[in-house]
């Protein structure tokens, strides 16, 4: 999932001919007030702190400045400023508009109906979540025909638009939905999407491309996101690594069994907070980087729970005693493992003569975890 | 018979020629299934553990009467590998390849479905049933011939519980791994029937995972058409909003797809709940004594 920027979801759009307020990223605030100076942005304009969780209006990283000092102290107030844990290291100065009324618009999938779902409600400027549903229209669309006309004109009469801003949002919903299909986007949504004169323009982006697609798109593959450094090196290794609140180390093959193995740890008063997926490999190399990796979160205890599938036993254990040889002394930690599947008898031969020993119950397994992390939290 | 598979599945393996193809292959034929042909382009006239290799799919299903396929392809080519195989005639396709974009999984599921092809998967570990056949990955150690029926969204936690359901005596009928993308192109919903006309299941062991809404509509499904006994585990209780854990879909997002609202349905629909994975084989021989008795 690598989620844009508002200002490079707008990038995107832009390319798409979806109308937006003129404006600029700027990194400094000379290089704010130069670009007021100069005209490049209109004034009065808006400063908006690019970050990548909601709520920036009310946690005061959006101002608005009238002249060239003005831009230039709302910069400096914002950047360099910590806005729920992200460092705002770049600014969107765009021209602020006369607006009139505020929609919202967006694309995604539906699961259920295996279909993209077009949404559209007359409240914009808002979270959607806390618009009643009654006033959000989703409208199904197959792949395979694409937006069609007739749907593009149900959008349009549940908003009640007149003749100009409806032209306008015709042209929108067809440019949104080619964002959609050709960007392989998660998400795209115009919150607002604000009436100005006779057109439409995006106020905002939220634009969400699927990892997945990667292949198609390598013009994505460098846009940072919101992982942790370790999480950023896991990735780049191709293991999945969450870092989260608590001590014990848990790593596990697939999402399922990572998630069912942190379910009872918890039971047992454990405090699960580093996990890694090893996935499907088969390559003990791979199996070593990843406990090389868990060393370096400095869990208090960690739990090795795998079954092998596409990953065999003697796989994991041959990578697990690697990475123990290879773990410096003051950074070791306690290790329970428990190992079944394919080639399990060789994968618990390989461990035994490491000195490591494989338990069969997940339960006593648990136990045996959370008591080598110090016992049961309070 | 048993859930889409059996003694009679005549399984063509693309991408046979790969690593995990191979590997795969073998480990298919020593379950008993009937191997038949492998496809990969350009590798036509070789042989993968004595089963012969095909240019395309469709040469592999004329020659060998191939009615069910195992994709190994990698992700961008798998949307190709499947429309070829529906073209051919194949209607049963196991996709076991990760990281397809979900925008090619709706051209897919779309196409399969003009034609009457049943996906299972993507990133799923396929279809076993145990003494008549398999198609996909998951391992044949865990498996007894019987009567529990198990459909999952997991992959390795389902080898864990199907492992379980032997160790304590009991046998499968068939297990579905269903795969957790986000767009699958069979769901608990559509493989509920399966099991329900089944003759084969007594039971169902039903695995779910937090994200999304298939174990919500699988309950509402249960409630007014299943009528065997259901035993259910949602993976994922203690997992923190937002964050996603692992590969799959498995996502909280603004509160919807929680364990909460999964197992209070579920338990409205008269399921059995496991709070465990350990906690499964005994409630399974509970709901087959109090159905034994009824």
Same mark, same amino acid.
């Given at each position: 999932?690598?989620?844009?920027?508002?200002?490079?979801?707008?990038?995107?759009?832009?390319?798409?001919?979806?109308?937006?307020?003129?404006?600029?990223?700027?990194?400094?605030?000379?290089?704010?007030?130069?670009?007021?100076?100069?005209?490049?942005?209109?004034?009065?304009?808006?400063?908006?702190?690019?970050?990548?969780?909601?709520?920036?209006?009310?946690?005061?990283?959006?101002?608005?400045?009238?002249?060239?000092?003005?831009?230039?102290?709302?910069?400096?107030?914002?950047?360099?400023?910590?806005?729920?844990?992200?460092?705002? =290291?770049?600014?969107?100065?765009?021209?602020?508009?006369?607006?009139?009324?505020?929609?919202?618009?967006? @694309?995604?999938?539906?699961?259920?109906? =295996?279909?993209?779902?077009?949404?559209?409600?007359? &409240?914009?400027?808002? /979270?959607?979540?806390?618009?009643?549903?009654?006033?959000?229209? =989703?409208?199904?669309? &197959?792949?395979?025909?694409?937006?069609?006309?007739?749907?593009?004109?149900?959008?349009?009469?549940?908003?009640?638009?007149?003749?100009?801003?409806?032209?306008?949002?015709?042209?929108?919903?067809?440019?949104?939905?080619?964002?959609?299909? &050709?960007?392989?986007?998660?998400?795209?949504?115009?919150?607002?999407?604000?009436?100005?004169?006779?057109? @439409?323009?995006?106020?905002?982006?939220?634009?969400?491309?699927?990892?997945?697609?990667?292949?198609?798109?390598?013009?994505?593959?460098?846009?940072?996101?919101?992982?942790?450094?370790?999480?950023?090196?896991? !990735?780049?290794?191709?293991?999945?690594?969450?870092?989260?609140?608590?001590?014990?180390?848990?790593?596990?093959?697939?999402?399922?069994?990572?998630?069912?193995?942190?379910?009872?740890?918890?039971?047992?008063?454990?405090?699960?907070?580093?996990?890694?997926?090893?996935?499907?490999?088969?390559?003990?190399?791979?199996?070593?980087?990843?406990?090389?990796?868990?060393?370096?979160? &400095?869990?208090?205890?960690?739990?090795?729970?795998?079954?092998?599938?596409?990953?065999?036993?003697?796989?994991?254990?041959?990578?697990?005693?690697?990475?123990? =040889?290879?773990?410096?002394?003051?950074?070791?930690?306690?290790?329970?493992?428990?190992?079944?599947?394919?080639?399990?008898?060789?994968?618990?031969?390989?461990?035994?003569?490491?000195?490591?020993?494989?338990? !069969?119950?997940? /339960?006593?397994?648990?136990?045996?975890?959370?008591?080598?992390?110090?016992?049961?939290?309070? | 018979?048993?859930?889409?598979?059996?003694?009679?599945?005549?399984?063509?393996?693309?991408?046979?020629? +790969?690593?995990?193809?191979?590997?795969?292959?073998?480990?298919?034929?020593?379950?008993?299934?009937?191997?038949?042909?492998?496809?990969?382009? +350009?590798? #036509?006239?070789?042989?993968?553990?004595?089963?012969?290799?095909?240019?395309?799919? $469709?040469?592999?299903?004329?020659?060998? +009467?191939?009615?069910?396929?195992? *994709?190994?392809?990698?992700?961008?080519?798998?949307?190709?590998?499947?429309? $070829?195989?529906?073209?051919?005639?194949?209607?049963?396709?196991?996709?076991?390849?990760?990281?397809?974009?979900?925008?090619?999984?709706?051209?897919?599921?779309?196409?399969?479905?003009?034609?009457?092809?049943?996906?299972?998967?993507?990133?799923?570990?396929?279809?076993?049933?145990?003494?008549?056949?398999?198609?996909?990955?998951?391992?044949?150690?865990?498996?007894?011939?019987?009567?529990?029926?198990?459909?999952?969204?997991?992959?390795?936690?389902?080898?864990? *519980?199907?492992?379980?359901?032997?160790?304590?005596?009991?046998?499968?009928?068939?297990?579905?791994?269903?795969?957790?993308?986000?767009?699958?192109?069979?769901?608990?919903?559509?493989?509920?029937?399966?099991?329900?006309?089944?003759?084969?299941?007594?039971?169902?062991?039903?695995?779910?995972?937090?994200?999304?809404?298939?174990?919500?509509?699988?309950?509402?499904?249960?409630?007014?058409?299943?009528?065997?006994?259901?035993?259910?585990? *949602?993976?994922?209780?203690?997992?923190?909003?937002?964050?996603?854990?692992?590969?799959?879909?498995?996502?909280?997002?603004?509160?919807?797809?929680?364990?909460?609202?999964?197992?209070?349905?579920?338990?409205?629909?008269?399921?059995?709940?496991?709070?465990?994975?350990?906690?499964?084989?005994?409630?399974?021989? $509970?709901?087959?004594?109090?159905? #034994?008795?009824?």
């Amino acid at each position: 999932m690598v989620k844009l920027a508002e200002w490079r979801g707008k990038e995107v759009f832009r390319r798409y001919g979806i109308p937006l307020p003129r404006g600029r990223v700027v990194r400094s605030p000379e290089e704010a007030r130069a670009a007021s100076e100069s005209g490049d942005v209109p004034l009065p304009g808006v400063l908006k702190a690019q970050v990548l969780t909601g709520g920036r209006g009310k946690g005061g990283a959006v101002r608005f400045a009238a002249t060239p000092a003005e831009v230039e102290e709302a910069a400096r107030g914002i950047l360099g400023m910590e806005f729920k844990g992200e460092q705002v =290291r770049e600014l969107l100065f765009e021209e602020k508009l006369a607006i009139g009324r505020e929609l919202y618009v967006a @694309l995604t999938l539906d699961r259920s109906q =295996r279909l993209p779902v077009l949404m559209v409600s007359p &409240h914009g400027g808002m /979270e959607i979540e806390s618009v009643d549903a009654s006033e959000i229209v =989703r409208i199904p669309i &197959h792949p395979f025909v694409g937006l069609s006309g007739y749907e593009r004109r149900r959008a349009l009469r549940f908003l009640g638009l007149p003749p100009g801003p409806a032209k306008s949002m015709e042209g929108i919903l067809d440019r949104l939905w080619r964002v959609f299909l &050709h960007e392989d986007a998660e998400l795209v949504e115009i919150n607002p999407l604000a009436v100005v004169g006779d057109s @439409l323009v995006a106020l905002d982006s939220k634009v969400i491309i699927e990892d997945d697609a990667s292949f198609r798109h390598p013009e994505y593959a460098e846009i940072p996101d919101d992982r942790t450094a370790l999480e950023e090196v896991a !990735r780049e290794k191709g293991i999945a690594f969450v870092q989260l609140e608590g001590n014990i180390g848990v790593i596990a093959n697939g999402a399922g069994l990572t998630m069912a193995t942190l379910d009872v740890l918890q039971q047992f008063g454990g405090r699960p907070g580093i996990f890694l997926d090893l996935g499907g490999t088969d390559n003990p190399a791979q199996v070593t980087e990843a406990f090389l990796l868990m060393a370096r979160a &400095h869990p208090t205890a960690v739990f090795l729970n795998v079954f092998g599938g596409v990953t065999r036993c003697d796989t994991v254990a041959t990578g697990l005693v690697e990475a123990m =040889r290879r773990v410096p002394a003051a950074e070791r930690f306690p290790l329970v493992a428990r190992i079944r599947g394919n080639n399990e008898a060789e994968g618990i031969r390989i461990l035994q003569e490491a000195g490591i020993t494989s338990l !069969r119950q997940l /339960e006593e397994s648990a136990r045996a975890v959370v008591a080598a992390a110090g016992g049961p939290a309070a | 018979m048993s859930v889409l598979i059996d003694t009679d599945t005549r399984v063509l393996v693309q991408g046979i020629t +790969g690593h995990q193809g191979t590997v795969h292959t073998r480990n298919m034929l020593d379950f008993g299934a009937r191997v038949v042909a492998g496809a990969t382009p +350009g590798k #036509g006239g070789t042989s993968v553990e004595g089963v012969p290799v095909f240019d395309t799919v $469709e040469e592999a299903v004329a020659r060998t +009467g191939a009615n069910a396929t195992c *994709i190994f392809v990698p992700a961008p080519f798998a949307r190709d590998a499947f429309v $070829e195989a529906v073209d051919a005639g194949v209607r049963l396709a196991v996709i076991v390849t990760e990281h397809i974009p979900f925008h090619d999984m709706l051209t897919m599921y779309h196409y399969g479905r003009l034609k009457g092809a049943r996906i299972i998967g993507p990133n799923c570990p396929g279809i076993a049933a145990p003494g008549r056949s398999k198609v996909g990955i998951i391992p044949n150690v865990v498996f007894r011939p019987g009567r529990v029926g198990v459909v999952s969204r997991s992959g390795t936690l389902t080898y864990e *519980i199907v492992s379980g359901i032997k160790d304590v005596g009991l046998g499968q009928s068939t297990c579905l791994g269903l795969g957790g993308d986000p767009v699958v192109g069979t769901s608990f919903v559509d493989a509920l029937p399966l099991f329900e006309e089944d003759p084969e299941t007594s039971l169902l062991v039903l695995v779910g995972e937090i994200g999304g809404s298939a174990e919500e509509e699988a309950a509402e499904y249960i409630r007014h058409h299943f009528h065997k006994p259901v035993v259910a585990y *949602i993976a994922g209780r203690s997992a923190p909003p937002g964050k996603r854990m692992g590969h799959a879909g498995a996502i909280i997002a603004r509160g919807r797809g929680t364990a909460e609202s999964k197992i209070a349905a579920l338990q409205a629909a008269g399921a059995r709940i496991a709070r465990f994975p350990y906690e499964i084989p005994e409630l399974v021989r $509970e709901a087959l004594a109090d159905a #034994g008795t009824r």
